[in-house]
């Protein structure tokens, strides 16, 4: 069982939906989360950082992390087309020797249609 | 630089040969990480520098990876002896200290033959 489990989708709804995208994880050590928007032959971008439960908000993004579950959400309102891509959750330690060395998710590939 | 360079961008090479990929990143940047990326997967951790010095070297596969960073500031990702199974996106990213999300490079597409 991998250590983060992301559904790869495809994921496609029409445009001004709302998104929900998600990640379960196994190692309750992780304590920063991290959302990625990746277009096709690019590097991935970082959409989102949080890492404390609840939720966090920027624009038309809304992360929400859920340690007791260990379970955390990415909503996107208002899709657009531009929104097309694939979705990456990553999360990582706070281990000072670990740092940085995220765990990412397999990614959603996600839709938005006109 | 405005971004992480990262070239060439494409590579395809003979099995068994020898490839060196190379990473600029962001000006001023200490840390710096390799990921491998194959189809329809998320990246995968290679290693880690903080300033000159491999801070974790974990997820590189076998001893025919290596990488340096011998000036802290440009690294090189050296694969000898390529085989099919290395075909994937390698993606550099830098960032200013290890706790803030990083930025990310376009990668390398390397075809292993």
């Known amino acids: 069982q991998k250590e983060v489990e992301q559904d790869p989708g495809p994921l496609s709804v029409p445009e001004g939906a709302i998104v929900s995208l998600n990640c379960t994880y196994s190692?309750?050590?992780?304590?920063?989360f991290m959302w990625y928007r990746q277009y096709s032959r690019k590097g991935p971008e970082l959409l989102m950082y949080?890492?404390?439960?609840g939720n966090k908000e920027d624009g038309r993004f809304t992360a929400q992390v859920d340690k007791s579950s260990k379970y955390i959400s990415l909503f996107i309102r208002d899709s657009q087309p531009s929104d097309s891509a694939t979705y990456l959750c990553?999360?990582?330690?706070?281990?000072?020797?670990?740092?940085?060395?995220?765990?990412f998710g397999q990614g959603t590939i996600l839709t938005v249609h006109p | 630089g405005a971004g992480v360079s990262q070239t060439p961008s494409n590579k395809v090479t003979e099995k068994g040969k020898y490839v060196e990929l190379r990473c600029d990143p962001i000006s001023g940047h200490t840390a710096l990480y390799w990921y491998r990326q194959s189809l329809g997967q998320g990246p995968e951790f290679l290693i880690y520098f903080q300033g000159t010095g491999a801070a974790d070297d974990s997820g590189l596969p076998n001893d025919r990876f290596f990488a340096v960073r011998p000036e802290g500031s440009v690294s090189t990702l050296k694969i000898q002896r390529t085989e099919r199974g290395d075909s994937a996106v390698y993606l550099c990213?830098?960032?200013?200290?290890?706790?803030?999300?990083?930025?990310f490079g376009s990668g390398t597409r390397l075809t292993v033959v």
């Open positions: 990553a999360m990582s330690f706070p281990d000072s020797t670990s740092y940085g060395k995220l765990t």
């Open positions: 190692n309750s050590a992780f304590q920063y």
């Open positions: 990213a830098s960032s200013f200290d290890p706790t803030s999300g990083y930025t």
């Open positions: 949080t890492y404390s439960s």
